[in-house]
């Protein structure tokens, strides 16, 4: 089986370099192996799997594109990776149980969510200090930020709000109601839009981030798939803002939505409850991670179809593309 | 016991903080007193105060047979002030704020006096952490008739049926939807064959006829019952534990079985019989393979949030009368942040709508039943040290919701309020 695998790739090599090459590397956090699952775009192979701290779910790349942080909420605290190495080079001190974070633009810092401590913490990557910390609702989850890097919104689970923070003042200065156990923030490309999932209401609220008020609440229904299995959490925005893909949680469904109409145009369906998702630099594909099926979905978005289903490892969570 | 002293301060602290409300809320309730809705709001300084209170009894602690288990003297109780510190959390950004008032009666206090004095405070939410009869007395009292009780303990069947009453909801799951839920995954487990072994307290036959109900609902056959006539050894000499050894077989003798189910909701002798039986078969009901509103074992659907939250403040783990009675409060800190309202006709209308949803850790929303005001949850079956599964079952479909296949549904229920 190996030999036929590496005589396709062989002979599909010289198609794949007489096309532009899709060089990405996938990362994927397994938060119950304590891994972080290294996936060739090209090939779409496991190439290593790097130990990192309990219970890893938020991933991101740094600004330079060279390091990954991840979120090891059992060991509280921000492992950074350097991805030449596949070594966890130094930690960042990140406050009690790390689940989710942001980037701000510059790279300069990291906003952290304590679901344990109602608090958001801020990082500073160049000093590797904790700077302050914003007290927010219950259960802090969800963190997105402005394309300009001035407001921070963070999501709290049992408070049900999705909070407005200024970065400057680091303070909360607006508070938006939404539907039950919100769990992800994600900004529009062009700072108009903050969409926000709830888990348990099974709902996107749209939010006008000028007036902070909801202009849009999208709903799902997928035949055979009862409403309750129907938990909204991942979300990403194509760069021309069109379309937003939604991962739906034990629907095992990715919701894909026109942004202009918020009508959902299709549904692709993936491996058991899925969490996050991540293009492809050039948007062709979404890969998405699928916790209790172990496996990361290759969404193919130019034939609308789910191309291929990779073991990842126990329990993915995040999911992050480096070019 | 390593929090004690920490909770100990935490308590002082929110009792100081009660206290200073309280004194800032006097002047301003005074006024107030012409508007008819006032008695329920008490205004703060920066925003308007929503009254809960707690009515219950001092009482023994329950004994746990296993000393694993805690030995709680305030259960119920710091489910409530978890739930008021995750109110107030969230009314910080909505300027509203939640004040406990508690009474909690010495043994023999008199129940009904209690809730005049909560009334006379002028709450008009009140969690009950009481017995179905003493429920009902107080439910049945003229101040209880503006008031809106949540059953946060007594988990009879009467009480969601002929003996329903329109200002009572209920967050404590039933006995009938207990032995739903264990029933139905027993049924998926084809563990149909049922011994049932029944305790000697009133509600342990209860408990029985709601097994007796479950085994028609979902399939089960009830193939020997048998009463519980021995006495429990005592936990801390060998001679207890010498003769519990031996009664146990005889209790348990009989015609073969898959699943001895016991009745015995006080923990009296339940905890001693695995390991024991005359059949080398598991136990289940209220002991061994449990089916509960809540259990430690579940740290799933964010609970281990909840669960590490509730040790901080209590040094010890949450019980399913704690759950109760977080979700009693939670449920009316949800209709205050999602109407805006602070006005006690209000939440409850949103509190009886289709609206009303709350998020309680156990992976979707609850609500409360519009027949008979029972809080529509799944319920946990779990084992004495991991999580087993959480009922209802896949495969066991309902037309509204799987969850009401738990419990009285609506064509079924008994209850007819008098509105």
């Known amino acids: 089986m190996r030999s036929l695998l590496c005589t396709m790739l062989f002979l599909a090599a010289p198609v794949l370099i007489a096309e532009p090459v899709l060089a990405e590397t996938i990362f994927v956090s397994n938060e119950k192996d304590n ?45 950074v ?27 300069n810092r990291l906003y952290v969510a304590n679901e344990d401590d109602n608090m958001v913490t801020i990082i500073d990557i160049p000093s590797r200090k904790a700077i302050g910390n914003i007290q927010v609702g219950v259960e802090p989850e969800g963190m997105g930020i402005s394309p300009d890097g001035k407001i921070l919104v963070n999501t709290s689970e049992t408070t049900n709000m999705a909070h407005f923070i200024d970065t400057e003042k680091r303070a909360v200065v607006g508070n ?68 937003a893909f939604v991962a739906l949680g034990p629907a095992n469904r990715i919701a894909e939505i026109d942004t202009e109409s918020f009508e959902v145009k299709r549904y692709f369906l993936v491996g058991q409850r899925v969490w996050n998702l991540a293009f492809s630099p050039d948007e062709k594909r979404l890969y998405t991670t699928n916790g209790i099926s172990n496996d990361l979905s290759v969404i193919d978005l130019e034939r609308n179809k789910v191309i291929k289903s990779i073991a990842v490892g126990g329990a993915p969570w995040g999911v992050v593309v480096k070019p | 016991m390593r929090f004690w002293p920490l909770s100990r301060r935490r308590t002082d602290l929110s009792k100081a ?34 009254l809960i209170g707690y009515l219950g009894r001092q009482e023994d602690p329950r004994t746990p047979a296993s ?35 508690e009474q909690v009666l010495p043994p023999d206090g008199d129940i009904a006096a209690g809730l005049k004095a909560l009334a006379d405070e002028g709450v008009r939410f009140v969690v009950a952490d009481l017995p179905g009869d003493a429920l009902l007395a107080v439910a049945d009292r003229p101040e209880a008739r503006s008031m809106l009780l949540f059953n946060a303990r007594a988990p009879d069947d009467a009480l969601r049926n002929e003996q329903c009453r329109a200002n009572i909801l209920h967050t404590a799951a039933s006995r009938r939807m207990l032995a739903d839920a264990l029933a139905q995954y027993l049924a998926w487990k084809k563990w149909t064959g049922w011994s049932l072994l029944i305790g ?106 909840l669960q590490s939250r509730f040790e901080k403040l209590a040094g010890r783990w949450m019980l399913p009368r704690d759950y109760a009675a977080w979700l009693a409060v939670r449920s ?45 949850q799944p319920i946990l079956i779990a084992g004495p040290r991991m999580l087993v599964s959480v009922s209802p079952q896949e495969g066991f479909l309902h037309p509204v919701t799987p969850l009401d296949t738990l419990g009285d549904d609506a064509p079924e229920s008994k209850c007819r309020f008098n509105r």
């Open chain 1, 35 to 79: 891994q972080i699952a290294v996936v060739d775009g090209d090939s779409l192979q496991i190439t290593n799997k790097i130990k990192v701290g309990r219970r890893p779910r938020g991933i991101t790349l740094s600004g330079d594109g060279t390091q990954l942080y991840v979120c090891a909420g059992d060991d509280n605290r921000v492992d």
């Open chain 2, 67 to 101: 000393f694993l288990e805690p030995v709680a003297t305030d259960e119920g109780l710091q489910g409530a002030r978890l739930a008021l510190a995750d109110n107030n959390s969230t009314g910080m950004f909505l300027n509203q704020s939640f004040r406990l008032v």
């Open chain 2, 332 to 376: 009316v800190g949800e209709a205050a942040t999602r109407t805006s309202a602070t006005g006690f006709d209000d939440l409850v209308a949103y509190l009886h709508s289709p609206d009303f949803e709350l998020a309680g850790f156990k992976g979707e929303a609850l609500s409360f039943r519009k027949w008979d005001g029972q809080m529509r």
């Open chain 1, 81 to 107: 990776v350097d991805i030449a190495s596949g070594k966890v080079v130094h930690s960042l001190p990140s406050g009690p149980d790390p689940e989710l974070f942001v980037l701000s633009p510059d790279g």
């Open chain 1, 176 to 243: 938006v109601l939404v539907d039950s156990r919100p769990r992800v923030a994600r900004f529009s490309d062009d700072g108009k839009h903050v969409w926000v999932s709830s888990e348990i209401g099974g709902t996107v609220s749209v939010i006008d981030a000028g007036t902070r008020k909801v202009v849009k609440k999208i709903r799902f229904e997928v035949t055979g798939v009862r409403r309750e299995a129907i938990q909204a959490v991942g979300i990403q925005m194509t760069r021309d803002g069109k379309r």
């Open chain 2, 200 to 305: 000697r307290d009133p509600g342990d036959a209860l408990y029985a006829d709601a097994v007796r109900r479950a085994a028609k609902r979902f399939g089960g056959r009830i193939v020997a019952e048998k009463s519980w006539t021995f006495d429990t050894g005592n936990r801390r000499t060998d001679t207890g534990v010498t003769t519990i050894q031996s009664d146990i077989p005889l209790a348990t003798q009989g015609p073969d079985y898959d699943v001895l189910v016991v009745a015995d909701e006080a923990g009296n002798f339940g905890d001693y019989l695995d390991g024991r039986t005359w059949h080398p078969r598991p136990v289940a009901g209220t002991q061994g393979l449990i089916a509960t509103a809540w259990s430690r074992v579940n740290e799933q659907w964010g609970g281990t949030q």
């Open chain 2, 17 to 50: 903080k009660g206290r200073r409300r309280l004194i800032a809320a006097l002047p301003v309730a005074g006024l107030l007193l012409v508007a008819p809705v006032a008695a329920a709001l008490a205004q703060d300084a920066g925003g308007q105060s929503i």
